[in-house]
């Protein structure tokens, strides 16, 4: 790695830690972000087997993993932006392990843009600053496709175990995740040579192994998720068109209402509103798409599966289609615009689209900077992201000062917004002020 290579990173790991831990306080903090560290905190408290679950949208409980990695952060502290901050730092590890994965199995170029737009990229900021188990995704999904590319073009046969447990994690901090097994058995047939049965059963048994608590709690509690999927099943599907946008408008900065809500107009108010960048970044998204498929190497098409799979897989749905679903995909997106920008840059024009680049990703820096600064000034943030955990620990802090000792006023009385729930004011309670 050049000298000029190592400090480009270090200035894109830089913007990834400031645009993940600015003004950590005006974090959201709704339901799932208290009740995530209790199950941890039952874990610690009660043994290995959580207590209780939460649904997912589709009313089966989630897996456990996320409760057990909380563990480790919940023992030093349950202050929610510390947690935050865990969440957070992993995301810039993200970074990292993203320029480490393009520049060993593309390039250092296609390396270094993939891990500038994920650094500054708006909707990977949202999605590594709650405490949620979607927001880990991107690690982890990076590191299953990091272990398969091992197995599958390094002759790392041993490395198919690892894809396995990974692609365990990621199914259990979101369902969707086991798309990815499609992946995952495509390359077992396609690079079979590179397959021993021992490290296959190995493989199998530890993602099995993962879903062990799972399994127990459902067992537990008469198979609390399989009766409530069956009704889910019998649901009609739906055909959801916003399937095929939220992926391309995730590359850029569009879709941002899903945060803001009816405060999305104030936001664009705040910040630079240039709807033709958004064009541009769909242009060239789809460029990249177009020349990789023309390409047809096996790399490339291990990429455009892992960008098209849930686009396809939501378009008829049983339930309504949110950004999250498709947190998986991130990643991917920078990778094909990286490796676009790479051939780019090697040609006569070459001065011309570095330049471009570095506008584009300097754009949604400042988009990422201006969401940032958004909540700042507002009790209230409408839309996802609700009131910001700081003034709802300020006003309860108040309220506490008027000898107030009734928790339903206490609750009433702090929230500012209309998505409020009691658990959070109940976790400030006894978790951060400890009354």
């Not at 509690?221 to 959801?240: G, K, R, T, V």
């Not at 509103?273 to 190497?297: D, E, K, S, T, Y």
Request: glycine residues 4%.
């Amino acid at each position: 790695m050049s000298l000029k290579t190592k400090i480009l990173l270090i200035i894109i790991i830089l913007a990834a830690i400031f645009l993940r831990f600015y003004n950590l306080k005006y974090i959201e903090f709704n339901f799932d972000q208290a009740a995530n560290p209790l199950l941890a905190e039952q874990i610690i408290k009660h043994g290995p087997l959580p207590q209780n679950c939460l649904l997912s949208s589709v009313g089966v409980c989630n897996p456990f993993f996320f409760p057990y990695l909380l563990v480790p952060p919940l023992l030093i502290s349950p202050d929610p932006l510390f947690l935050t901050g865990f969440i957070a730092l992993i995301n810039v590890f993200a970074v990292l392990l993203l320029f480490f994965f393009v520049k060993k199995f593309f390039n250092e170029t296609a390396a270094l843009i993939s891990a500038a737009l994920l650094a500054v990229n708006p909707w990977a900021i949202i999605f590594s600053r709650t405490i949620w188990q979607q927001n880990v995704l991107i690690f982890f999904t990076i590191l299953f496709f990091g272990f398969l590319f091992n197995f599958a073009f390094d002759n790392k046969k041993t490395h198919l175990i690892w894809a396995f447990l990974f692609l365990g994690i990621v199914s259990q901090l979101h369902q969707l995740g086991i798309i990815l097994g499609l992946i995952l058995l495509v390359c077992l047939i396609i690079f079979r040579k590179n397959v021993i049965f021992k490290n296959l059963l190995i493989g199998f048994l530890l993602c099995l192994l993962l879903y062990l608590p799972f399994i127990a709690f459902e067992i537990k509690n008469d198979w609390f998720s399989f009766e409530n999927i069956i009704p889910y099943s019998q649901s009609p599907a739906q055909l959801h068109t916003t399937a095929l946008i939220y992926p391309f408008q995730m590359i850029g900065t569009g879709g941002l209402n899903y945060t803001f809500g009816t405060n999305y107009q104030n936001f664009l108010n705040t910040t630079l509103n240039w709807p033709i960048v958004n064009a541009f970044f769909i242009i060239i998204f789809v460029v990249g798409l177009v020349f990789l498929a023309w390409q047809r190497q096996p790399k490339y098409l291990i990429l455009l599966a892992w960008f098209f799979l849930l686009p396809l897989a939501l378009i008829l749905s049983k339930t309504p289609i949110y950004p999250h679903y498709f947190i998986i995909g991130i990643p991917v997106g920078f990778i094909i615009i990286g490796i676009l920008f790479s051939k780019l840059i090697t040609n006569n024009w070459k001065y011309f689209f570095l330049a471009f680049l570095v506008f584009l990703v300097l754009y949604q820096a400042i988009i990422s900077f201006s969401y940032l600064k958004f909540p700042t000034n507002r009790q209230c943030v409408l839309g996802n992201h609700s009131q910001p955990y700081i003034y709802k620990l300020e006003n309860i802090k108040k309220i506490l000062a008027t000898d107030e000792k009734d928790f339903a006023k206490i609750h009433q009385q702090s929230c500012a917004c209309p998505i409020c729930v009691p658990l959070t004011t109940q976790y400030i309670l006894e978790k951060v002020i400890k009354k």
